[in-house]
């Protein structure tokens, strides 16, 4: 009996052990990507379960508590391809994984714009990100050209590398304006914006071979997570060393211009284990190009060197962010255009030629404070030095904080011309603009004379006479009558005229610091997210937006300013423009300024699991914006006209340098807006393969820097209210994830109110006046489609696409009459459709991926939009086709040609009006009945950068 019993206890014990044993079984293993560096964070899934972890800091994972089998673990990793494993339990060995990038699967998991990691099957908000190799088998323009893809986002690249325009959703206001080009979304580097203030942000970013990968957020929970920027994040996101060396280097050389100006770009990234659990990564580039539009000198030049040291710890890590710009670059000018009802480059121009500055040095007034060298090649200058670090705790208990931290000098000095258009010399405009006219004074009426300064040859002459006083007949105070012989270059164009080119310098210097602090409490089913964000920047400001001189360029590829004399009625010869061809040299005075601005917002974020299939989340935050300054207006020198005056140089027969300035009094202003934005999201995943979000935002939005910088009396300070914009957003998502087809459908629905319009016009002393900003709402709704179709193994299609209407419930804008503010009027737009937001947007991007070989097509189309809210006359739409193939002669070395805008399309993405500046910059100055009344007028536009070629050899190691 005994026996039996011993038995018995024996088979029960050896059940018992058997299935202990059976419930802990584990897959282990590691995941790196193709060049051997580990990826932190990778999403482990058991096929067919809800049975997942993540990868530690060390790319390793372990799945525990497994009966032994057979089982298929899903792998996948934001950029890269997801890869399915059979593995059997027990294993014979830990799995090592290799991913290979891409930029197509719904399930990566993202960072951006979510208060924890998640797929973007989990997520409740518009995500889409590009991964590395996406990222490099294209030849963007520009950082904000590499957006152009995201669905529901435009991009106007037409200026080049910098000063670029990018909105999501129909949030478009003023966005025809470069200046305003990220009024609603924020440019991000590994989590914190490029810039705090809504200042030229494409400034100081430049994507590089140490870019890992984009994330894009449109609308949604940007209202909370984003500083200022309910419209969407874009956070460009930077690789990090790995536990063996590994990096790669590329040189790129190219044509722009369709073929004929060179390009050169070296880029490089490496990175690799130090000692103690360090690992290292250094990146950058450096190039040099003479643009698109040949001026005879560079357009880009420069670079930039970025690096990161990261410590992984068994709780945490910690990341050390460094990196240098030092890049000079330039917008691409405006081109003179004709026909309002189909606009083209006017007859004699040319989209491959340049209308810029030429090459040339020479020293400008500043107030009381001496001169300053301008020198137009130094174009704008961009600097930026910033250190910074990310560091995550764990705390135990689910508990973990989480905190991003950047001090950063930045430096933009701006040697440019802008506004460029034909003025007519027998135009009352070309002689009030730099401040010549000057009544019945005989010093300054007669006879101008016009020469080429290459030959000195005169090629016009016009004579001025006075048109005041009691004999004066209706129209301009000045009477102007061509020469009989005038033989102006570019006649053929607008007879008696040259190019208006006014010399624009700026210089602004930031001292910025930013951090964000957030505390998580993880549970099985939630998460909790308690955050605070704070910024403050210092801008020292030279010169806001002004001209320092005006010179009239002949109409011609590469302009140079015409030698101009003035034949005087006093019997005297006046030399009107100096040695370098400008006239009014230091202009009115600088316009300058300080300003200090900040932020403090507090933030929370539940993300509960409801169910396994069921997610909520929401959010809510708390924001305070400051700003308060100065600006001091420059006051005109009132001696400009005495005869008996000389000038800097004491000759009074030299006009040019007889003008300038002394500093204003200080317009002081201190702005102090708080605001509460929230939101809330459901997403139900049906199954692995199917999930539905719905998300509903309301943010705010503060005035731009730009509010406060043109703040320049003291009455538009008191009278002008620092209002809130607020945001509304509604969408819907439905997500399929399959390995044929991925694809995320999403109606939308957003509304601003409060989006100002500032507008600024000419006093009649030439200095300039803003009236009292108007405010605007605006509606949009609108539907996106992201879809990518693995037809075979090496065959898949991406597209994305944008339908939107979007509407000017009420606006109103101020009508200029005279110069000066006693005759303007409030015109009324209100029910007109908004302009510059296209009715339709799309991209269509068949691939080929083979074993070496590899190539794609991508073809992007625009549609119409209007040209302004009084809806005067529509931008035509356009397409345009960009080309890639490549090929892979080893894992190690590849080459790559790109050929952008292979048509040659000129697709104009933006317009100013006629009359030079400031009247050309109100776009809302050319209603209907302008257009009607002058069919023939020369504007201006800006296009699609002409076609170009790019070949990259790629070394990896």
Request: proline share 6%; glycine share 10%; with cysteine.
């Amino acid at each position: 009996m005994k026996n039996h019993v011993r038995l018995l206890l024996s088979c029960f014990g050896f059940l018992l052990i058997s299935f202990a044993q059976a419930q802990t079984g584990e897959i282990t293993g590691q995941v790196k990507d193709e060049s051997g560096a580990v990826l932190p964070g990778a999403s482990i899934l058991i096929e067919g379960t809800k049975n997942g972890t993540m990868t530690d800091f060390d790319g390793n994972f372990r799945l525990s508590g497994l009966d032994s089998g057979d089982y298929k673990i899903i792998i996948s990793y934001v950029g890269f391809t997801r890869k399915k494993i059979s593995v059997s339990v027990p294993q014979s060995q830990p799995l090592s994984v290799s991913l290979a990038e891409d930029a197509t699967q719904l399930d990566d998991v993202v960072v951006t714009g979510v208060f924890d990691s998640r797929s973007r099957m989990d997520a409740s908000v518009a995500i889409t990100t590009i991964g590395a190799k996406q990222l490099a088998r294209v030849a963007p323009t520009s950082s904000a050209d590499l957006l152009k893809n995201i669905p529901g986002v435009f991009v106007n690249q037409a200026r080049g590398e910098i000063w670029n325009s990018v909105y999501s959703r129909g949030l478009s206001a003023n966005s025809i304006d470069n200046i305003n080009g990220y009024r609603y979304v924020s440019l991000q580097e590994d989590g914190l914006p490029i810039t705090n203030v809504e200042l030229f942000p494409d400034l100081f970013l430049r994507a590089d071979a140490m870019t890992a990968r984009v994330e894009a957020v449109r609308g949604g929970t940007a209202s909370i997570l984003g500083a200022n920027a309910p419209g969407g994040i874009f956070n460009y996101v930077s690789k990090t060393g790995g536990d063996e060396f590994a990096g790669e280097v590329r040189a790129k050389y190219g044509l722009e211009g369709n073929g004929k100006n060179p390009y050169y770009r070296a880029d490089f990234n490496v990175g690799g284990p130090m000692s103690n659990g360090w690992t290292y990564n250094v990146g950058g580039f450096f190039r040099q190009s003479d643009g698109a539009r040949d001026r005879g000198y560079p357009v880009n030049k420069g670079g930039q060197i970025r690096a990161n040291l990261v410590k992984k710890y068994k709780t945490g890590f910690f990341q050390l962010n460094l990196k240098y710009l030092n890049d000079k670059n330039d917008r691409m000018a405006f081109i003179p255009s004709t026909n309002w009802q189909d606009p083209q480059i006017a007859d004699g121009f040319s989209k491959y030629d340049s209308y810029a500055l030429y090459d040339f040095s020479m020293e400008v007034p500043f107030n009381e404070t001496g001169t300053r060298t301008i020198n137009s090649t130094d174009l704008l200058h961009n600097i930026d030095r910033s250190i910074g670090f990310n560091w995550k705790q764990d705390l135990g208990n689910g508990f973990s904080l989480k905190n991003d931290f950047k001090y950063s000098r930045k430096d933009d000095e701006r040697n440019a011309t802008a506004v460029v258009t034909p003025i007519s010399t027998t135009s009352f405009l070309f002689y009030a603009i730099p401040g010549l006219f000057a009544g019945p004074n005989p010093a300054r009426t007669g006879t101008y004379r016009f020469a080429d300064p290459r030959t000195g040859q005169e090629f016009g002459t016009v004579n001025l006479a006075p048109n005041v006083g009691p004999n004066a007949v209706p129209g301009p105070p000045a009477i102007l009558t061509p020469g009989p012989n005038n033989n102006f270059p570019g006649s053929n164009i607008q007879p008696n005229s040259l190019l208006f080119m006014p010399l624009f310098y700026q210089d602004i210097d930031r001292n910025e610091i930013a951090n964000q602090l957030v505390f998580t409490k993880k549970t099985e089913k939630s998460s909790f997210n308690l955050g605070s964000f704070y910024s403050r920047s210092k801008l020292d400001i030279t010169n806001w937006s002004k001209g320092m001189g005006l010179s009239g360029g002949l109409i011609q590829n590469q302009p140079v300013p015409a030698q101009i004399t003035l034949d005087a009625n006093n019997g005297q010869t006046y030399e009107v423009t100096s040695p370098e061809g400008f006239m009014n040299v230091g202009w009115t005075g600088s316009d300058d300024g300080e300003t200090t601005q900040g932020i403090f917002a507090l933030f929370f974020g539940h993300n509960w699991k409801i169910t396994p299939k069921l997610t909520l989340d929401y959010g809510m935050r708390y924001e305070d914006v400051t700003s308060k300054g100065f600006n001091s207006i420059g006051v005109p020198n009132p001696r400009q006209n005495d005869p008996s005056f000389g000038g800097l140089d004491g000759n009074p027969l030299t006009l040019w340098d007889n003008g300038g300035g002394t500093a204003g009094a200080p317009v002081n202003y201190d702005y102090k807006l708080n605001s509460f934005s929230y939101t809330a999201g459901l997403n139900y995943k049906f199954s692995e393969q199917q999930a539905i979000y719905a998300r509903f935002a309301r943010g705010n939005k503060a005035p731009s820097t730009f509010f406060y910088l043109d703040l320049n009396d003291d009455a538009l300070v008191e009278n002008t209210p620092a209002l809130l914009e607020e945001i509304t957003q509604f969408e819907i998502g439905y997500k399929v994830n399959t390995e044929k087809l991925q694809l995320v459908a999403t109606p939308f629905y957003s509304n601003l109110n409060n989006v100002p319009n500032i507008q600024t016009f000419s006093n009649e002393d030439g200095t300039r006046y803003s009236p009292p900003f108007q405010f605007a709402e605006y509606t949009t709704l609108g539907f996106e489609l992201e879809t990518t179709i693995n037809l075979t193994d090496k065959w898949m299609v991406r597209s994305n696409a944008v339908i939107q209407y979007a509407k000017a419930d009420k606006y109103t804008t101020w009508n200029e009459g005279r110069d000066g503010p006693a005759d303007d009027t409030i015109i009324e737009y209100s029910g007109n459709e908004a302009d510059n937001s296209a009715n339709v947007i799309f991209n269509i991007n068949p691939i080929y991926n083979g074993e070496k070989f590899y190539s794609s097509l991508n073809y992007s189309y625009m549609g119409a939009r209007q040209a302004n809210v009084p809806n005067s006359f529509l931008l035509p739409a356009f397409g345009s086709v960009d080309l890639a193939f490549g090929y892979d002669f080893s894992k190690k070395f590849g080459l790559q040609l790109n050929i952008n805008n292979v048509l040659d399309k000129y697709g104009i993405l933006g317009w100013q009006g006629p009359g030079g500046f400031p009247a050309a910059l109100n776009r809302d100055g050319f209603p209907p009945d302008f257009i009607a009344n002058n069919p023939n007028a020369i504007f201006s536009t800006q296009g699609s950068m002409p076609r170009a070629y790019f070949l990259t050899a790629t070394y990896r190691f």
